[in-house]
């Protein structure tokens, strides 16, 4: 009972550890460095921001920002010199090439969802 007791304690600090390692940080747009302010800025002229967060992406510092554009989500990942480096735009089945859509079919054993969200890097 002490030894299931102490492997509990154990994984317990292990996912303590874990999840505030990776915890990201909630931020305004106040609080960002200049050249991350001016691309969020530029990237988000017609979109409402739902939030920004402060990330640590294989030890670089990355700033997430989450929008919605007319009825559509569209997040993308800038880094601290105020590059973009990831965009997630949520986009309709329907306006994807043949191909991609046989493919997310494909994968997605035939349930893939009227919306996707396509990355690009």
């Not at 999840?19 to 200049?34: C, G, H, I, V, Y």
């Not at 402060?54 to 670089?60: L, S, V």
């Amino acid at each position: 009972m002490e030894s299931k007791k102490k492997t509990l304690a154990s994984l317990a600090m292990v996912w303590l550890v874990a999840t505030t390692a990776s915890a990201e940080q909630k931020l305004k747009m106040s609080d960002l460095p200049a050249a991350v302010q001016a691309t969020v800025k530029a990237e988000t002229v017609n979109a409402t921001v739902l939030g920004i967060s402060k990330e640590t992406e294989k030890g670089e510092t990355v700033f997430e920002v989450e929008t919605k554009v007319v009825a559509k989500t569209r997040d993308f990942v800038v880094d601290a010199a105020g590059k973009v480096i990831e965009v997630e735009e949520e986009t309709d089945l329907a306006s994807v090439p043949a191909a991609v859509k046989a493919t997310i079919d494909k994968q997605s054993e035939g349930g893939a969802s009227s919306r996707t969200k396509p990355r690009w890097r």
